[in-house]
C-alpha cells in the first residue's frame, strides 16, 4: 500500500503566515549581525594573574643528584680550620660543653630572628625541648664537636643542625 499525499488546500491571506520576502530578509540579515557582532563589555576584563611564586626549598643545590657535595672532605677541612680555635683547656665534660653549645644556639636564634613574636616563638621552642636535646647531645657529641659548634654558631655562618652534623664528622670522638 502507497502513501499519497492528499493535495493541500491553498491558502489564503488570512490563514498565510509566512512572511513577506522582504521582511525574510531583513529579519535574517538582522540575526546575521548579531550572531556575528563582538560582544560588549559590560566590565573590563581582570587583570592577568601574577606569576605564581617560586617554590622554596632548604637546600636548592645546583649540582643535582650525580654531583652531591663530600661532606666527610667538608668536615676533614673544617677540622683543619677548627683544630686551633677549640677552647684549651676543653671543656671537661660531654655535659658542661653541650650545655655551652645549646646556650650559644639559642643566642644565636634570638639575635637572627628580626620580628619579636617569631623570636618569642622560637625561644619557647627550644626552650621546650631543652632537656631533650641537652641529654641527646650528652650521649651523641662528643666534647670537640660540642665545641666546635658552639665556635661556629659564634660565625653565624650556618645554622644548629648542618653545623651539629659536620662538627660530629669532623670531631667524632
Known sequence: MRATLAPSRPRTAATDRT??????????????LLACAPPTESSPAP??????????????????AGVQPDYDGEAVL???????????PLPAD????????LDAAATFYAEIEAEP???????AELKATRDAELLACERETSVRAA???????????????????????????
Open 19 to 32: 512572511l513577506p520576502r522582504a521582511s525574510h530578509n531583513a529579519l535574517l540579515a538582522l540575526a546575521l
Open 47 to 64: 587583570p592577568p594573574a601574577p606569576p605564581a611564586a617560586p617554590t622554596r626549598t632548604a637546600n636548592n643545590d645546583a649540582r643535582g
Open 78 to 88: 673544617l677540622r683543619e680550620q677548627l683544630l686551633p680555635r677549640l677552647p684549651d
Open 94 to 101: 660531654r655535659r658542661s660543653a653541650c650545655t655551652a653549645m
Open 117 to 123: 613574636a617569631a623570636r618569642a616563638q622560637l625561644q
Open 147 to 173: 665545641s666546635c659548634v658552639r665556635l661556629r654558631l659564634g660565625d653565624r655562618d650556618a645554622e644548629l643542625p648542618w653545623l651539629l652534623d659536620q662538627c660530629s664528622r669532623a670531631f667524632p670522638d
